[in-house]
Nanobody, 123 residues
C-alpha cells in the first residue's frame, strides 16, 4: 500500500483555522479506518483524531474536541482535518496513517505513515 500524503499545514495566528488533507493514490485507502496524529518538538507522537472507513464512527483527543473536525471523502480518496480556534500548543507536525489494529489511540495501531505537514500557531 502506498503511504498517504499530508498537505495544508502552515503558519497561522492564534484563533485561526487550517484544513489539513491526507490523500493517497491507492484506492484501497477508502477501506481503512484512518487517524491523525501530531508531534510537537521534543515530544512523542500523540493521537488527534480517528475516523472509520465509512465516516460513521469518529474519535477525538480531549485536547482538540470541539475545535477540530475529521471527515473523509471517499470519492476523492481523502481524509480531512479541519482545525479551528488554533492555539500555540497545537504547533506540531501532523501525520495521517492507516489503522491496522483496534486501539485507535495508540501509535502502534497504525501503519503507512505519511511524511507529515507542519502546523505553526504563533502571533
Amino acid at each position: 500500500q502506498v503511504p498517504p500524503v499530508e498537505s495544508g499545514g502552515g503558519l497561522v495566528q492564534p484563533g485561526g483555522s487550517l484544513r489539513l488533507r491526507c490523500t493517497s493514490s491507492d484506492r484501497t485507502f477508502t477501506m481503512y479506518n484512518m487517524g491523525w496524529f501530531r508531534q510537537a518538538p521534543g515530544k512523542g507522537r500523540e493521537f488527534v483524531a480517528n475516523i472509520n472507513w465509512s465516516g460513521s464512527s469518529i474519535y477525538y483527543a480531549d485536547s482538540v474536541k470541539g475545535r477540530f473536525t475529521i471527515s473523509r471523502d471517499s470519492s476523492e480518496n481523502t481524509v480531512y482535518l479541519q482545525m479551528n480556534n488554533l492555539k500555540p500548543e497545537d504547533t506540531a507536525v501532523y501525520y495521517c496513517a492507516v489503522m491496522i489494529r483496534s486501539d485507535y489511540r495508540s501509535e502502534s495501531s497504525y501503519s503507512h505513515w505519511g511524511q507529515g505537514t507542519q502546523v505553526t500557531v504563533s502571533s
